[in-house]
């Protein structure tokens, strides 16, 4: 059993995005939660994301950290650095979570209080189930698109939850490290589907709650033709074994 305030890190990657993150850490501030820890994992953003991270960072009294990376090389990566740190630094439970504002903060709650009160190793924050929804500014066809690539990833790997795809994940540190997170290759969307197959693959469960996803609030959109085409052929690697090629 974790104590009774278990510490919590929000890892949040960061790339360009010095007008969202202030607004996301005063908002996870504001939640009031406990031991409640925020790294950020900035791939070295041109904005000058970093320096404000570290200017929040050395005005947040322990509560906010920075991992500070010398290159852009995807968002896998920087999840993978940014988990590898907070275990090492004793998180109890790990939030992954985007800087760009389209996670609900107050899902956050809501999530690690499920982690902790159930038999549920990892806690999505869904669009697909009862009471969640994806952004009213998204085109109909982006809205199909995501629906189809949740179907396509289920149909492949049997994974059984609404929300395959889904970046805002709550994990109980053990199951974290026992996705042995060196060995996760995959970047973007299919990140997010390989870890869920080592999580499923190890006997343990998925829960989701309800999320509304928002539309980013500034910058741009990080998806790439590249993102697009690993993340369809990433479910056809995991189902035949080659999960762990470069």
Do not use: C
């Not at 960072?57 to 999840?79: C, F, P, Q």
């Not at 994974?159 to 290759?185: N, P, Y």
């Amino acid at each position: 059993m974790v104590e009774a305030h278990p510490k919590i890190v929000v890892v949040v990657p960061t790339y360009n995005e010095r007008e969202n993150l202030p607004i996301l850490v005063g908002r996870l501030a504001e939640l009031g939660m406990p031991n409640l820890h925020v790294l950020v994992v900035d791939d070295n953003s041109p904005d000058g994301t970093g320096e404000v991270a570290d200017k929040l960072a050395a005005e947040s009294d322990g509560r906010i950290s920075v991992l500070h990376r010398t290159e852009k090389d995807g968002l896998g990566r920087a999840y993978v650095a940014g988990m590898t740190r907070a275990l090492d630094e004793g998180a109890d439970v790990v939030v992954q979570m985007d800087a760009d504002l389209s996670h609900p903060h107050t899902a956050v709650p809501v999530m690690v209080e499920q982690l902790l009160t159930t038999d549920a190793s990892v806690v999505l924050g869904s669009r697909y189930v009862p009471g969640g929804s994806t952004a009213s500014e998204w085109p109909w066809h982006r809205k199909a698109l995501s629906a189809w690539a949740n179907f396509y990833v289920n149909a492949i790997l049997e994974l059984g939850v609404k929300d395959a795809t889904a970046g805002f994940k709550a994990w109980e540190a053990g199951a974290l490290r026992g996705v042995d997170l060196e060995s996760v290759h995959s970047n973007g969307y299919s990140f997010q589907v390989e870890m869920n197959y080592r999580v499923v693959k190890q006997g343990l469960r998925i829960s989701e709650v309800p999320i509304r996803f928002e539309e980013r609030v500034e910058g741009m959109s990080k998806m790439s033709l590249d993102v697009q085409l690993e993340s369809a052929l990433a479910p056809w690697k995991l189902r035949f074994g080659k999960d762990k090629e470069q």
